[in-house]
């Protein structure tokens, strides 16, 4: 190949040399091309996704809003049934447009599938919502807002807007597709929840923990977005002034809504009207925020745009300037050496007229001066044809005398005379001097030039060594990224199975929460029921009380009793033989009222003793009653802690799935430097192949310059010519 290029022009030379050197700068543009052309398409994906999911939160906005409606409605508020047909019209166009996005942008969110099972769902739950229960329906509506919202999160993450790199685009992100739609949502659920509370004027202790929960959940999502946004305006100064006065204002509503849902007061018009004004400042902060995102994308578009034609002009400008240099070097070398071309062939037909034309300073235009000064010179001698004869034969002599140096003599010189001859041998004898000092020059040349090469083949066999080392190394790093690489993607897995028990565990929770309130209502229904025996008890404690007059009665009757026997048994004694048939029924009598004193005296002891029995068994009661109301709110708010231990539960979940997907994006991130390792390993061994070649080009330069210096060995010079220039320069001197 170098011997082929030895036999190309010099403007081909160059021509090489300008591709060669453009290469490197064609594959860094072309690098930087394609990552400014991922980061365009990347931030155009995001724009998609917006526009998606701010035509899934106008939906969610009136899906919470129709299901507030619904719940008044259902819960003896007739005058929300308006509201409700009304709002079931704008779902289906808000569906008509999701649908249309669905079209142009469902292949890249991968929303298509999730939207058709989002939209069947409400087409079912529309015609039976005003037929079904209060809580199922409730409960129904909330699925299918939670489903809007997922849809909504899938759009972002297939868009790569959670994800963004610039930290003010991903807190703006995270808001627009996740805090915000969770903060609309339980606002809109507090506002139905209570607004159907209100309408029918009663609740029971669960529907009042519930209301609680719902109050907690709305504070807890609004912090979450004032976060959010806050964190944005750390990043980027220009959004506080254009969303701090929305993100007050929905603060605010949201603040309001929880206190009158706390303080239980009002009607349920008035606190649906105080739930809707939240919702529509949580709406006009989306939306707002939503255009805030889009500018940033659009300003990163037009940034990006800038920087690839800035690079592009910078690259192609420098290209031109290479090759413009590259065409005026190879212009001015190229007419140079076609003037003094043509001179030599109008010369080698006997024009010794033609002239060169000078048109460079360099060492090629003092070649064309010094072959014009020859010609001159020559001109002049041509004249007479006996002047001819006499030059030839001066022209012989002088031939004779030079007949060495052509064989590499250059010790001989010509014999200057008074001839025609004698200016020639004079200017041969100088350019023999000067070509001694050539000779000399070129063979001191030649052997640094050998030198330098040996230095010079030895530094690139070092670096060809080096090169193969870093070759080695970058396969190491890449195979180490590799394991990297598995690990973190055993990460992701690992974080996917604590997102799935994290999900039971929300479920357990809420299972807990429903058997406490269980246990709650049956702890009121045993409540009642000691009550009522308590009751019965005390009726039973007066009964025996009464029982116990009556016995005091038959008590009075039988002391009677004995007397007016006593008084017979008188009567009897004194009538003498006639009364002894009434003494005997007498005594009898007396037996009998004794015998019935004796049994109430009894019955009176076992009265007494049902009674302290009754008092008893009513502090027990009592007791019990106190103790059932004390475990009763011990179970409500254990109840109260299960519903806390269910919110930690769900953000421990939502903080899972954020770690699972920060696991995958690690992941495909980790792949990405591991082919880039690869390609970086290639190109390593690339370079330790170009150093081997540079090395075997260095050997063969050596070569040349040993087989130069071979074919100067031929020429003879003086003994003073032989030594360095250095002597030279000290003997001149």
Do not use: C
Request: proline share 1%; no cysteine; hydrophobic share 45%.
């Amino acid at each position: 190949m170098f011997a082929k290029l030895k036999n190309l022009g010099i403007s081909h030379k160059l021509v090489i040399i300008f591709f060669l050197m453009a290469l490197p700068i064609g594959v860094l543009l072309s690098l930087f091309v394609s990552n400014l052309g991922g980061r365009v398409i990347a931030t155009r994906n995001e724009q998609s996704g917006l526009e998606y999911i701010r035509e899934l939160r106008h939906l969610a906005d009136h899906l919470s809003l129709h299901q507030g409606a619904a719940n008044a409605a259902l819960h003896g508020a007739e005058t929300f049934r308006a509201q409700v047909t009304a709002m079931q019209a704008r779902i289906d166009a808000d569906f008509t447009t999701v649908e249309g996005l669905d079209q142009k942008y469902g292949s890249l969110l991968k929303t298509s599938e999730a939207l058709g099972r989002l939209k069947a769902n409400w087409q079912e739950l529309r015609m039976q919502v005003l037929t079904l229960p209060a809580a199922e329906g409730f409960e129904r509506q909330s699925r299918l807002i939670a489903e809007t919202n997922a849809l909504a999160r899938q759009a972002a993450d297939q868009s790569t807007m959670t994800t963004d790199g610039e930290l003010d685009a991903h807190y703006l992100g995270d808001a627009v597709a996740v805090q915000l739609a969770v903060a609309s949502d339980t606002a809109g659920q507090l506002r139905g929840y209570g607004a159907g509370l209100l309408a029918r004027g009663k609740r029971t202790p669960a529907e009042s923990a519930q209301l609680a929960f719902l109050v907690r959940q709305t504070s807890l999502a609004n912090d979450r977005v004032t976060a959010a946004i806050t964190k944005a305006f750390e990043h980027n100064s220009l959004l506080e002034a254009r969303l701090a006065k929305p993100l007050a204002a929905a603060t605010a509503a949201s603040r309001a809504l929880s206190q009158l849902a706390s303080d239980e007061s009002g009607g349920a018009q008035d606190f649906f009207d105080k739930g809707s004004a939240a919702v529509d400042a949580y709406s006009r902060l989306h939306d707002q925020t939503t255009a805030e995102l889009n500018g940033v994308l659009v300003n990163r578009l037009e940034r990006l745009d800038s920087d690839r034609m800035i690079q592009v002009g910078l690259t192609l400008g420098l290209l031109g300037l290479a090759g413009l240099a590259v065409y005026r070097i190879s212009r001015g070398i190229t007419r140079q050496v076609r003037s003094i071309d043509g001179l030599l062939a109008s010369i080698g037909i006997g024009d010794f007229a033609a002239r060169a034309e000078v048109t460079t300073d360099d060492e090629l235009g003092a070649t064309a001066g010094a072959l014009n000064a020859m010609l001159d010179n020559t001109v002049n001698l041509l004249q007479s044809q006996e002047e001819r004869d006499n030059m030839q034969s001066s022209i012989l002599k002088l031939l004779d005398d030079v007949a060495g140096v052509a064989h590499g003599d250059l010790t001989k010189e010509a014999e200057v005379t008074a001839e025609m001859t004698g200016a020639i041998a004079d200017s041969f004898n100088y350019m023999i001097v000067e070509l001694r000092g050539i000779i000399g020059s070129v063979q001191d040349t030649t052997a640094r030039v050998a030198t330098s090469t040996r230095s010079i083949k030895a530094t690139a066999e070092r670096l060809a060594e080096g090169s193969v080392q870093q070759s080695q190394r970058v396969t190491e790093v890449s195979a180490a990224i590799g394991t990297m690489t598995d690990s973190i993607q055993q990460v992701a897995n690992t974080a996917n199975t604590a997102s799935t028990v994290a999900t039971q565990a929300l479920a357990a929770a809420r299972g807990g929460n429903e058997s406490v309130q269980k246990t709650v209502e049956g702890m009121d229904a045993i409540r009642t029921h000691v009550q009522e025996t308590a009751k019965r008890i005390k009726r039973l404690g007066e009964s025996s009380q009464e029982i116990g007059e009556i016995v005091q009665l038959i008590e009075d009757v039988a002391d009677r009793t004995s007397i007016l026997a006593l008084n017979a048994s008188i009567q009897a004694a004194m009538a003498g033989e006639a009364g002894k048939g009434f003494a005997v029924v007498a005594e009898e009598v007396e037996r009998l009222a004794e015998r019935a004193t004796g049994s109430a005296k009894k019955i009176s002891t076992l009265i007494k003793s049902i009674q302290t029995d009754t008092k008893e068994a009513i502090s027990a009661m009592e007791e019990t009653t106190r103790e059932v109301v004390g475990g009763s709110s011990l179970a409500t708010a254990a109840g109260s802690r299960l519903v806390e231990i269910e919110a930690v539960s769900q953000r421990l979940a939502g903080l899972i799935e954020s770690i699972s997907a920060a696991s995958k994006q690690q992941a495909l991130g980790s792949e990405a430097v591991s082919r880039n390792v690869a390609v970086i390993s290639g190109v390593a061994a690339e370079t330790a192949n170009g150093a081997r070649s540079a090395s075997e080009s260095i050997q063969n330069l050596a070569e040349q310059a040993e087989q130069l210096r071979a074919s100067l060995r031929h020429f003879r010079l003086p003994e003073d010519a032989r030594r360095p220039s250095a002597d030279r320069e000290v003997v001149a001197a």
